[in-house]
């Protein structure tokens, strides 16, 4: 069964910093892997989507990394903002359900960005 | 462009009794998702539909939890009877799915915050 794990569970940092976000999954065999954003009181916003045969993908101050075989990802924010301030989530989805769009979630990493 | 609009957008009630949330995919999306997000459990699906057939409802918890998509641009997602543990936030997505190995991101609504007291 597949699980999606994301550590730390909550991040501070001081606005400018760059940081990393973490997500780990524990079965290869995936189609693809999303991150989401998620604002309070709000749904998830697809931010990045990694194709399983791709490296890493690019929009603006983020940059996501998949590395399938050792089940990682990552999500690099640069130079971060106070807007950037929300709980990340990244979820995969996974071969093996007959072509089925399900997506196994992680719980999340909620970000808060100090200016 | 609208998104996914679900109602209502916050839900009280008491034990037992029949609750039903709506969703309104984006116009043009085939696949519509209904999941449940907790503190414990984080974000689970439910059961999603194609084309307006279930495809997948192995998430739904019990017989209770019903849903139901007669068109293309509508779906419920019913509680019947309801209990306190169904007290959650439950979002509704779309998506184009293309078939195969197609990858859409999915859309979220604002999601509907249940509370069953």
């Not at chain 1, 730390?8 to 892997?33: H, M, Q």
């Not at chain 2, 019913?78 to 439950?90: F, H, L, M, T």
Request: some cysteine; aromatic content about 8%; charged content about 20%.
């Amino acid at each position: 069964k597949q699980e999606v794990t994301q550590i730390p569970a909550a991040l501070s940092v001081p606005e400018g910093e760059n940081l990393v976000l973490n997500c780990s999954f524990t079965d290869s065999a995936i189609y693809n892997l999303q991150w989401f954003r998620q604002d309070p009181g709000k749904g998830l916003t697809s931010l990045l989507l990694i194709q399983s045969s791709q490296r890493e993908q690019t929009s603006g101050r983020l940059n996501a990394s998949l590395d399938k075989s050792s089940g990682r990802s990552t999500l690099y924010i640069a130079a971060s903002q106070p807007g950037d301030s929300a709980t990340y989530l990244c979820a995969v989805r996974p071969l093996g359900q007959g072509g089925s769009e399900k997506l196994v979630f992680g719980k999340g990493t909620k970000l808060t960005v100090n200016p | 462009d609208a998104g996914v609009i679900q109602s209502p957008r916050h839900e009280v009630t008491e034990m037992g009794q029949e609750v039903t949330l709506r969703c309104k995919p984006i116009s043009g999306h085939n696949s519509l998702f209904w999941y449940r997000q907790t503190m414990m459990r984080g974000l689970e699906l439910l059961i999603y539909f194609n084309n307006n057939v279930p495809i997948d409802d192995s998430g739904m918890p019990e017989d209770r939890f019903s849903a139901k998509m007669p068109n293309a641009s509508f779906s419920t997602l019913k509680i019947q009877p309801s209990e306190p543990r169904d007290s959650a936030v439950y979002f509704c997505a779309s998506s184009y799915y293309v078939g195969g190995r197609g990858n859409q991101p999915q859309h979220f609504g604002d999601g509907t915050r249940l509370s069953i007291l």
